[in-house]
């Protein structure tokens, strides 16, 4: 259609209500095709209710029901749905980005490996960790209702951590009693954990800055240490999704409906099953935030262990926290109506512009940060969303690298010793728990995020602010 | 059991494509392929622990079977020893699975989230085996 955007015609696949747009390089865009990921694309756009048309990053890969790099948005007053499948299992999953006052060269080089074993120590990991803060069933039920307000209820965490999240760290709507006990028996003992599989924590260097204007209002400058971690809602979004999936999938059998792919499974935007989604849904987006709150705590301490200075003193403020797997109700225009839709992203970030009125101050004049983490040991980005978003794409970007290999290939690449040291003769000091599992999460197994990046700012989806680059490495 | 496992490719998440002479030893293949995912599989090990699901096919009693056995592993924090089903009668399976504490084990897990519902498949072939495919979330 024009640099950076591809169209899939309706009739791709049968019954397609809105073409399928997809924001790639040409390179990227026939990897899509051979992948299956825009048949997924064509998938998503039967769903009812789906409007002006379903979306693909550039960081499109296969997924499940929904490509990963997915976004559709559906409209209630359309007989708009709800598929928990395009939210996924790991509910709010999701970045956040923790600046320092820390200049590498100066404050950070000569700490750093006694930094990331640090890290390895204090951070819980790996499958079934216990969490950091032991909870009873009330208290998981006020971390569903709360998001990040009950750890700083409980003094973890600084005021001002709320205002960097999204949604200020809590969805007002969520609604715990739609929490399966199964979910909060799940959740309960992982609150404040890593987990397995992709999620990590990175210690990083701003190794440039692009956009000067929108690093400042960050608190960014060149040769910063700044602290990367991805994690989500772990045990409890999982049982979420689960839960609701079978219920969803009953419904659509009870009402005769088939889909191309069984787990594009949906519920219609105001049936009982999609009330109580949305509700429990959300509860589990503010446990996911609660979760990364609580990593941030084991960050400033294992900074303050090794530092011997005060968190505040270091600098430790938390930039921005957004999440990649969600589904909510926003305002976006549709054929020049202002209409509220359900926004799915699945593996896709928001990415509002500036002035949007959901947005921190401190952020309102430049757009919303958008965290984007390479695959280990290569750059991550930091973005900004623009105004010309919210018409491309229900103002949403990319999430990260994406995959471009299986696990199972990725393993037999490299083996773990030799990439563990590959990416220490790039000065890079690697903490894991799972040494064997290492080579799934290689860079090799991921595109080059800074094409998917370039992509992204060349469709107008974000721009860049600044590149960071990883220094250590604490896997999951 | 005679049942069977193999891993398929997927870009992001993982597959099992599991083989087997009757449906009952199509859950057993699959608990043992998950188990060993997750790093859990220490066969012969454990307490038995009865398991009922239900489901109103085939394909999501074994969506239904994957997620129970993933949901006692991770909530007693435990590895499989071994697994049992008596019978696969329609959309409902009985059996049993063996269970132990996990302990001071420190399994290299895949860290699979859930069973999905994409591409989901469990039928008998004209040569009367079974074969089915599960697609897991990692």
Redesign the interface.
């Known amino acids: 259609m024009e640099p950076f955007v591809w169209r899939v015609p309706k009739g791709t696949v049968p019954g397609m209500r809105v073409p399928g747009i997809v924001f790639a390089t040409e390179e990227m865009a026939t990897k899509a095709v051979e992948?299956r990921?825009v048949e997924q694309v064509a998938n998503v756009a039967t769903l009812p209710g789906v409007v002006t048309a379903s979306y693909a990053m550039p960081d499109i890969?296969?997924?499940?029901?929904f490509p990963?790099g997915g976004v559709a948005a559906t409209d209630p007053e359309r007989d708009g749905v709800v598929s928990p499948?395009g939210v996924?299992?790991?509910i709010a999953c999701g970045v956040r980005l923790i600046r320092s006052d820390l200049d590498w060269e100066a404050d950070g080089r000569e700490h750093i490996e006694h930094l990331v074993h640090t890290l390895g120590r204090r951070v819980p990991r790996?499958?079934?960790t216990k969490g950091r803060m032991r909870l009873t069933r009330d208290d998981v039920v006020r971390v569903l209702r709360e998001g990040v307000r009950f750890p700083l209820s409980r003094g973890v965490g600084w005021d001002e951590d709320a205002e960097h999240c999204e949604d200020g760290g809590v969805i007002e709507d969520a609604r715990p009693d739609h929490v399966s006990d199964?979910a909060i028996?799940?959740g309960a003992p992982q609150l404040g954990s890593l987990?397995?599989?992709?999620?990590f924590l990175e210690v990083q260097v701003v190794d440039e800055v692009v956009d000067d204007r929108a690093a400042t209002a960050m608190g960014l400058f060149e040769g910063q240490v700044c602290v990367m971690l991805h994690s989500g809602s772990r045990?409890l979004g999982?049982?979420t999704?689960?839960d609701f999936?079978?219920e969803v999938?009953?419904l659509m059998?009870s009402l005769g409906i088939v889909v191309p792919?069984?787990?594009l499974?949906y519920a219609p935007l105001g049936h009982d099953v999609a009330e109580r989604y949305l509700g429990a849904m959300f509860a589990a987006a503010n446990f996911a935030r609660a979760n990364r709150h609580l990593l941030t705590d084991a960050v400033r301490e294992s900074f303050e262990a090794v530092l011997g200075r005060s968190a505040r003193d270091l600098g430790l403020f938390l930039v921005y926290d957004v999440a990649h797997n969600l589904a909510k109700m926003e305002e976006h225009e549709v054929d020049g109506d202002r209409r509220m839709l359900c926004v799915h992203r699945k593996g896709a970030t928001r990415s509002f512009g500036p002035g949007h009125r959901e947005l921190p101050s401190r952020y309102r004049d430049i757009g919303q940060p958008v965290i984007i983490p390479g695959s280990m040991g290569t750059s991550s980005y930091v973005l900004v969303g623009t105004e010309e978003a919210a018409s491309r794409s229900f103002a949403s970007t990319c999430h990260g690298a994406g995959?471009?290999?299986?696990?199972?290939?990725a393993k037999k690449v490299m083996a773990p010793a030799e990439l563990r040291n590959s990416l220490e003769a790039r000065g890079i000091t690697v903490a894991a728990?799972?040494w064997?599992?290492l080579a799934?999460e290689a860079p090799y197994a991921y595109k080059d995020v800074s094409q998917v990046v370039d992509a992204c700012e060349g469709a107008g989806l974000s721009r860049k602010v600044a590149r960071l680059r990883p220094v250590g490495v604490v896997k999951? | 059991m005679t049942g069977r496992y193999e891993v398929l490719e997927h870009t992001a998440d993982v597959g099992l494509r599991l083989t087997g002479d009757s449906p009952e030893e199509i859950l057993e293949a699959a608990a043992e392929g998950l188990a060993d995912l997750q790093g859990a599989w220490f066969p012969g090990q454990g307490q038995d622990v009865p398991l009922e699901v239900s489901a109103a096919d085939l394909p999501g009693l074994l969506v239904r079977w994957v997620d129970e056995v993933l949901y006692l592993l991770e909530s007693r924090d435990a590895v499989l020893g071994g697994v049992s089903v008596r019978q696969v009668d329609g959309g409902r399976a009985v059996g049993a699975v063996r269970l132990a504490a996990r302990g001071d084990r420190e399994p290299e897990s895949m860290g699979i989230k859930a069973a999905t519902l994409h591409r989901v498949r469990f039928e008998r072939g004209p040569d009367g085996a079974w074969s089915a495919d599960v697609y897991l979330d990692v």
Do not use: P, V
């Open positions: 992948d990921a890969h296969w997924g499940y029901g990963i499948g996924g299992f790991d790996g499958m079934g199964r028996e799940r987990g397995a599989g992709n999620h045990g999982h049982q999704c689960t999936l079978r999938d009953e059998s792919d069984r787990q499974a995959r471009a290999m299986s696990r199972t290939k728990s799972q064997r599992l799934e999951g």
